[in-house]
C-alpha cells in the first residue's frame, strides 16, 4: 500500500478525537451486559465507518485489525443498510470474506454500496479465488498466501489464531493434490489426541464425498489392504498409532500434515513426534511436511532439529473474530455487590465498563464467585467454562444446574437431550452425573470419556441444544468448540500447575464464532488473584522442541534420570527424561549423538550438553541390543529393555517360550492368568517396579478388549467397591469416583501405558527366540492394537478401521451377531443396511452417516 495511505492511517489512529469515539464504541458494544440497550449516534458511527475504511487500507495489520474491530463493534448496534453494506464493505477490503457474507445477511446489503465500492470489493475478491478440480473457491488474504506458499515449499509451518480456516485450506490442498496426481498417494494428518482424531477423519470424509475415486480415510494403523486396492489413503494418526504404522509396515508417505505442531514441545510425546517426523523424512525424503499451530507461535524452529534449516513460515495475527478479553471483579458499596467489568486493551490501561448489579446477600467464596460470574454473565449466546480437572467440571456442571433449577430457568427437555441422557446411562453408567446435567442444557467435557460421547455433546453444544459446557485443557488441543463467553478463573493444566501464556491465548482464541457471531467474550474471573497472570507474560515466537529443552531448563531432571541405577521405567514424572535418554543413547550407538545435540543446542556449546553426553556414554556397554529394537520403543529405557531382554533369551533357552507368549484374549484355557503373568514380567523387569497392579490390570485388560462395555466394567467395580467398602466398615464410595478412575484407567492404562509396554515386551521376545532359533516364526496376538481399540474381534476391529468409535462398533456386532466379519464385508452390509428400521441409537446413527457409510 502506498505511503500517503499509510500516514493518513497513522494520523486517524493516533487522533484524540478518534480515540475518544473509538473508546465509546467499545463501552457500547458491551452495553448488553449490564441489561442495557447500546446507542451511538449515527454521525459518530459514519465516522467510524469512515476511520474504519482509511485503516483497512493502510496495509499494516496493526490498523488492519483496528478496522476489524471497529467493523465488529459496530456490527453489534443497530446499523441502516448503507452502514452495514460498508461494514462488509471492508472486511471485504481485509480479506475476511466469511466475515463480510456474515454480516451481509441475505444479500442485499451489496447493492447500497457506490457502484466504484461495488466494483473494488469485486476486484478484490477475484484476487482470492483458486481452481480447485474447475471449481472456483474464494480464500482469505491469510489463505491465499499459504495457498501460494503450499504449491513451491517442500516444508512450510503454518500459524495462525483459531478459525482462521487452516483446516479448511488443508482439506482443499489435499483435494488438489489428490485430484491432480497421477499415482495413488499416501498421506497422514497427525493429531494430538484420539478425539481429534474421529473429528478430522468425519470432517476429511465430508470434503471428500462427492470426490471421483475418494480416498480411503482411515485411523487404524494396520487397515485392510483390500479397502484401498486403487485408492489413495489418508491415515489420521496420532503420533503413537503413526509411530506403529511404520513400525509394522514399509510405509512411505506423501504428505504429512502435524495439526496441532506445538505439541512438540510435550515432554515425551513430543520426543516421538519427533522420532516420527525424522523417520517420515528418512523413508520418503521427497514428502511434503506441514506444521500447523495455533495463535501466533511458529513451528519454523521444527526443521533446524530435522536438519532441514529454518522452515518457511505464513503467519497471521489477524483474528477472524473479534475477542473481548474481560476482567470481572466482585465489589461491595452500601452492603450490595456489583460486578465491576474492565476491558483489556494490548498497550493501553484497560477500559473500565459499567457495573452489573447483583442481587441476594454478598458471594465470598471463590467457587461460588466464579459461578454468580457464570450465570450473570452467560445469559447471552453459549457459555464455556473452563475448568481445571475432571472432578472440578463435574462439580462445575452440577452447579450450574442446581443454579438453572433454583431461578426456574431450566425448560422442559427436548426429546434430543432425553435421547443424549439415555444414551450415556445406557453406555457409560445411570449414575453418572452427566446424564442428569444434560437434561437441563448443561454438559462437561474431558478427555478420557468415550470419543462417541465427546463427539455427541460437541454436536449438540454446536447445534445450541446445549448452552452450558464446562470443560478441562481438552480444549487446549485442537478441539473445534468455540462459543460467545469463555468464563476462567485461575486455570491450571496437569497436576495444579498454573496455565502460563500459550496455553491461555489457544484457550481464549475459543471465544466466537467464525460465520456465527462477530464477537467472542473471555472472562477473567477476580485475575490478580490467579497464580499466574498470563496476559502480562511475553508470548513465543516459536515453538521450542521438547529436546532443546532437555539442555536447558529440563537438563537437571534428564540428568537425574539418567544417574538413578534403578533406571524405574513408566513413570509419570520422569517419562520425558527416560524419552530423552532412550533417543540419545540410541544416537550414541549409531554414532548420531553428537549431531542430534548440535541440532538440539542449536549449535551452542553447553556445559549441560557436555554432562548429559558423559553420562550416556557410561551406559553404552550395558546394552546389547540392536538399535532397531530399541528404535521401536523409543520410550523404554535401553537399560530396561536389556533387562527384560535377558529374563526373555533365558526362557526361550529353557523351552519355555509358549508360557512367556500372551495369549489371545478370546481363548478360554487359563487366559486370565496367563496374561497376569505376562504383566508381572513387564512390572519386575521392565518397569523395575514392585507391584501387584497385574491383579486388577489382568481382568480389565481382558474385559476392555473382549469388547465388554464400559457400563458393566463400571459396575463391576461399583460392586466390588461397595463390597469392600462394607468388609472394612467404611463409608459407600461415591460412583463419581469410580466412574473417574475407570475412564482414566482405559485411557491411560490400558490404551497408552499397556499399549506400550506389551508392545515393547513383545518385540523383546520375538528377537530372544530370533536370537536362539532363527528358523521358527513366533506368532503372537496382536495386544498392544486390541488394547488401544478396546476390541479383538474382527468385527468389532473391522468397524473401528472404517472409522466407527468402539461404542458404535459393539452396537453394530451386536446388531450382525458376528464376530468374523472384515471391515469390507462390513462396509457392504452398511451400504444395504435400512438404517431407520434399525434398532440402533440416534447417536450411532449420526455417526455412521457423519462417515458416509450409509447413503
Given at each position: 500500500?502506498?505511503?500517503?495511505?499509510?500516514?493518513?492511517?497513522?494520523?486517524?489512529?493516533?487522533?484524540?478525537?478518534?480515540?475518544?469515539?473509538?473508546?465509546?464504541?467499545?463501552?457500547?458494544?458491551?452495553?448488553?451486559?449490564?441489561?442495557?440497550?447500546?446507542?451511538?449516534?449515527?454521525?459518530?458511527?459514519?465516522?467510524?465507518?469512515?476511520?474504519?475504511?482509511?485503516?483497512?487500507?493502510?496495509?499494516?495489520?496493526?490498523?488492519?485489525?483496528?478496522?476489524?474491530?471497529?467493523?465488529?463493534?459496530?456490527?453489534?448496534?443497530?446499523?441502516?443498510?448503507?452502514?452495514?453494506?460498508?461494514?462488509?464493505?471492508?472486511?471485504?477490503?481485509?480479506?475476511?470474506?466469511?466475515?463480510?457474507?456474515?454480516?451481509?445477511?441475505?444479500?442485499?446489503?451489496?447493492?447500497?454500496?457506490?457502484?466504484?465500492?461495488?466494483?473494488?470489493?469485486?476486484?478484490?475478491?477475484?484476487?482470492?479465488?483458486?481452481?480447485?478440480?474447475?471449481?472456483?473457491?474464494?480464500?482469505?488474504?491469510?489463505?491465499?498466501?499459504?495457498?501460494?506458499?503450499?504449491?513451491?515449499?517442500?516444508?512450510?509451518?503454518?500459524?495462525?489464531?483459531?478459525?482462521?480456516?487452516?483446516?479448511?485450506?488443508?482439506?482443499?490442498y489435499l483435494k488438489a493434490m489428490l485430484g491432480n496426481s497421477d499415482r495413488l498417494l499416501d498421506i497422514a494428518y497427525v493429531v494430538p489426541t484420539r478425539s481429534l482424531i474421529h473429528e478430522v477423519q468425519a470432517s476429511l470424509t465430508k470434503a471428500f464425498q462427492d470426490f471421483d475415486n475418494a480416498p480411503i480415510i482411515s485411523s487404524v494403523p494396520r487397515s485392510d489392504e483390500r479397502l484401498a486396492a486403487n485408492q489413495s489413503r489418508i491415515f489420521v494418526f496420532t503420533q503413537e498409532r503413526l509411530r506403529t504404522a511404520m513400525d509394522e509396515s514399509e510405509l512411505a508417505l506423501d504428505c504429512l500434515i502435524v495439526d496441532e505442531a506445538q505439541q512438540i514441545a510435550d515432554g515425551s510425546r513430543g520426543m516421538l513426534l519427533l522420532s516420527c517426523l525424522e523417520d517420515v523424512h528418512l523413508r520418503a525424503p521427497h514428502a511434503q511436511i506441514l506444521f500447523i499451530t495455533p495463535g501466533s507461535r511458529s513451528g519454523s524452529s521444527i526443521g533446524a532439529l530435522m536438519g532441514l534449516g529454518e522452515l518457511p513460515s505464513v503467519e497471521t495475527t489477524l483474528r477472524p473474530v473479534r475477542q473481548n478479553l474481560i476482567y470481572v471483579n466482585f465489589k461491595s458499596a452500601n452492603k450490595k455487590q456489583h460486578l465491576q467489568l474492565t476491558l483489556h486493551r494490548e498497550e493501553q490501561d484497560a477500559l473500565s465498563l459499567e457495573k452489573v448489579h447483583l442481587d441476594g446477600e454478598p458471594v465470598t467464596n471463590a467457587g461460588a464467585r466464579f459461578l454468580t460470574a457464570v450465570m450473570k454473565l452467560g445469559d447471552e449466546g453459549q457459555n464455556l467454562v473452563y475448568a481445571s480437572g475432571k472432578a472440578a467440571a463435574e462439580d462445575m456442571a452440577a452447579s450450574i444446574v442446581a443454579s438453572l433449577k433454583a431461578t426456574g430457568g431450566v425448560p422442559k427437555p427436548s426429546p434430543s437431550l432425553l435421547e443424549l441422557s439415555d444414551f450415556v446411562k445406557r453406555h457409560v453408567h445411570p449414575q453418572y452425573s452427566l446424564a442428569e446435567c444434560i437434561k437441563s442444557g448443561v454438559a462437561y467435557h474431558y478427555g478420557s470419556m468415550p470419543t462417541t460421547l465427546t463427539k455427541a455433546i460437541e454436536e449438540y453444544f454446536s447445534s445450541g441444544a446445549l448452552k452450558y459446557l464446562v470443560c478441562t485443557s481438552t480444549l487446549l488441543q485442537g478441539v473445534n468448540l468455540p462459543a460467545r463467553n469463555i468464563f476462567i478463573r485461575n486455570p491450571k493444566k496437569g497436576k495444579g500447575k498454573p496455565m502460563g501464556p500459550e496455553d491461555f491465548w489457544n484457550l481464549a482464541g475459543r471465544a466466537g464464532r467464525l460465520s456465527k457471531d462477530t464477537h467472542g467474550n473471555v472472562f477473567l474471573i477476580e485475575y490478580r488473584k490467579w497464580d499466574r497472570q498470563p496476559v502480562e507474560e511475553e508470548r513465543q515466537k516459536e515453538v521450542t522442541p521438547s529436546l532443546s529443552k532437555a539442555f536447558t531448563s529440563a537438563h537437571s531432571e534428564v540428568m537425574e534420570f539418567i544417574q538413578d541405577e534403578n533406571h524405574v521405567s513408566g513413570v509419570k514424572e520422569t517419562n520425558f527424561a527416560e524419552s530423552v535418554f532412550t533417543r540419545l543413547f540410541i544416537d550414541a550407538k549409531d554414532g548420531l549423538m553428537e549431531q542430534t545435540i548440535e541440532r538440539a543446542t542449536m549449535g551452542r556449546v553447553l556445559e549441560s550438553a557436555d554432562a548429559i553426553r558423559d553420562a550416556i556414554y557410561e551406559h553404552l556397554n550395558k546394552v546389547k541390543l540392536p538399535p532397531e529394537i530399541l528404535k521401536r520403543n523409543a520410550s523404554v529405557s535401553p537399560l530396561r529393555q536389556q533387562a527384560m531382554f535377558d529374563v526373555l533369551v533365558a526362557a526361550v533357552k529353557s523351552g519355555k517360550t509358549k508360557q512367556y507368549v500372551p495369549p489371545h484374549p478370546l481363548q478360554t484355557n487359563n487366559v486370565k492368568e496367563r496374561l497376569k503373568f505376562v504383566m508381572t514380567l513387564i512390572h519386575t523387569h521392565l518397569e523395575g517396579v514392585e507391584t501387584d497392579r497385574e491383579n486388577y490390570f489382568g481382568w480389565f485388560a481382558l474385559s476392555w478388549m473382549r469388547g465388554n462395555s464400559l457400563r458393566d466394567m463400571i459396575e463391576y467395580q461399583l460392586r466390588y467397591a461397595r463390597d469392600k467398602a462394607e468388609e472394612d466398615g467404611k463409608a459407600e464410595p461415591e460412583p463419581r469416583t469410580v466412574i473417574i478412575k475407570v475412564l482414566d484407567d482405559v485411557e491411560n492404562k490400558l490404551r497408552f501405558h499397556y499399549v506400550r509396554y506389551i508392545g515393547c515386551y513383545i518385540d523383546l521376545l520375538k528377537h530372544a527366540v530370533d536370537v536362539i532359533s532363527p528358523d521358527r516364526e513366533l506368532d503372537v496376538p496382536a495386544i498392544p492394537l486390541f488394547l488401544e481399540l478396546g476390541a479383538c474381534s474382527g468385527t468389532m476391529i473391522g468397524c473401528m478401521e472404517l472409522g466407527l468409535s468402539r461404542i458404535a462398533a459393539k452396537e453394530l456386532r451386536d446388531m450382525f451377531d458376528r464376530n468374523d466379519l472384515d471391515s469390507v464385508a462390513i462396509k457392504k452390509r452398511l451400504k444395504n443396511l435400512k438404517i431407520k428400521d434399525s434398532q440402533l441409537s440416534p447417536i450411532i446413527i449420526s455417526e455412521i452417516k457423519r462417515l458416509g457409510l450409509v447413503s
Open positions: 500500500m502506498d505511503n500517503f495511505s499509510l500516514q493518513l492511517a497513522h494520523r486517524v489512529a493516533k487522533h484524540e478525537q478518534f480515540q475518544t469515539a473509538y473508546e465509546s464504541l467499545q463501552k457500547e458494544s458491551l452495553a448488553s451486559l449490564s441489561g442495557r440497550e447500546p446507542g451511538i449516534q449515527t454521525g459518530e458511527q459514519n465516522k467510524l465507518l469512515r476511520s474504519a475504511l482509511i485503516l483497512a487500507q493502510s496495509g499494516k495489520s496493526e490498523y488492519s485489525m483496528l478496522a476489524q474491530d471497529i467493523v465488529y463493534a459496530l456490527a453489534t448496534l443497530p446499523l441502516e443498510s448503507n452502514q452495514r453494506a460498508v461494514c462488509q464493505h471492508i472486511l471485504a477490503l481485509l480479506g475476511n470474506f466469511p466475515a463480510s457474507d456474515f454480516l451481509k445477511g441475505d444479500g442485499h446489503s451489496h447493492s447500497a454500496l457506490p457502484w466504484q465500492l461495488q466494483l473494488s470489493e469485486q476486484v478484490r475478491r477475484d484476487e482470492n479465488f483458486v481452481t480447485v478440480l474447475g471449481k472456483k473457491v474464494l480464500l482469505t488474504d491469510f489463505q491465499a498466501n499459504v495457498w501460494d506458499e503450499l504449491e513451491k515449499e517442500q516444508f512450510l509451518s503454518i500459524a495462525a489464531p483459531t478459525s482462521a480456516g487452516k483446516s479448511f485450506l488443508i482439506q482443499l
